[in-house]
Nanobody, 115 residues
Framework: QVHLVESGGGLVTPGGSLRLSCVASGSIFIPAVMGWYRQAPGKPREFVARITDGGTTNYAGTVKGRFTISRDNAKTTVYLQMSSLTPDDTAVYSC?????????WGQGTQVTVSE
């Protein structure tokens, strides 16, 4: 059973930065894809960023240029470096991994951008 644990969320003022981490455990396989989604109150879940095992990245237009996704395959960890945060970035951020064509999700970590 694959288990994901996110960390790094919190409260930050507009213009600030945060780094999220997500550690995947329980699988002998390196995830083909690791990524992040987010969900703000009253809104549908939206894609944020993803990275393949080969290092190819994709970003949502709303975060491109501000967020950077990276991964450490040896530690099966994915990171999301978030900069120039705005209140619109406030959401629960959840990581996911794709292993053997199956998706696994973490519980999420709250990011709040506010004065």
């Amino acid at each position: 059973q694959v288990h994901l644990v996110e960390s790094g969320g919190g409260l930050v003022t507009p213009g600030g930065s945060l780094r999220l981490s997500c550690v995947a455990s329980g699988s002998i396989f390196i995830p083909a894809v690791m990524g992040w989604y987010r969900q703000a109150p009253g809104k549908p879940r939206e894609f944020v960023a993803r990275i393949t095992d080969g290092g190819t990245t994709n970003y949502a237009g709303t975060v491109k240029g501000r967020f950077t996704i990276s991964r450490d395959n040896a530690k099966t960890t994915v990171y999301l470096q978030m900069s120039s945060l705005t209140p619109d970035d406030t959401a629960v951020y959840s990581c996911y991994v794709l292993i053997a064509n199956r998706e696994y999700w973490g519980q999420g970590t709250q990011v709040t951008v506010s004065e």
